[in-house]
Nanobody, 126 residues
Framework: VQLQASGGGLVQAGGSLRLSCAAS????????MGWFRQAPGKEREFVAV????????RYADSVKGRFTATGSNLKNTVWLQMNSLRPEDTAVYYC????????????????????WGQGTQVTVSS
């Protein structure tokens, strides 16, 4: 499994960005596709997960109502639409693929994912 994240950049507070994660093979249809972020000096944290196989999405409380995770089996790509961005959203964003049970707590933990992309930087200025 190979994952390639893109779409990061510099945006002002209140702005929007759309991240993409292109996957190899049939990854999007076979795995839960998570988004995580890591700010300098902080641990990697869960942002959202899109799962075609489970038919659902989940979000961290900090991004609910602002971020939307979607995906396409046909394009083997997932996206993270980020609106109303805040300076505290500044981080390197990673996409990941995992196959833990959908109801397991590890769905929202980095340990629940087997494959990781290289990350894309998102910087939100105040």
């Amino acid at each position: 499994v190979q994952l390639q994240a893109s779409g990061g950049g510099l945006v002002q507070a209140g702005g929007s960005l759309r991240l993409s994660c292109a996957a190899s093979g049939r990854t999007v249809s076979n795995y839960h596709m998570g988004w995580f972020r890591q700010a300098p000096g902080k641990e990697r944290e869960f942002v959202a997960v899109f799962s075609s196989r489970a038919g659902g999405t989940r979000y961290a409380d900090s991004v609910k109502g602002r971020f939307t995770a979607t995906g396409s089996n046909l394009k083997n790509t997932v996206w993270l639409q980020m609106n109303s961005l805040r300076p505290e959203d500044t981080a390197v964003y990673y996409c990941a693929a995992g196959n833990r049970p959908w109801g397991h707590s590890s769905i929202s933990q980095a340990s629940g994912y087997n494959y990781w992309g290289q990350g894309t930087q998102v910087t939100v200025s105040s």
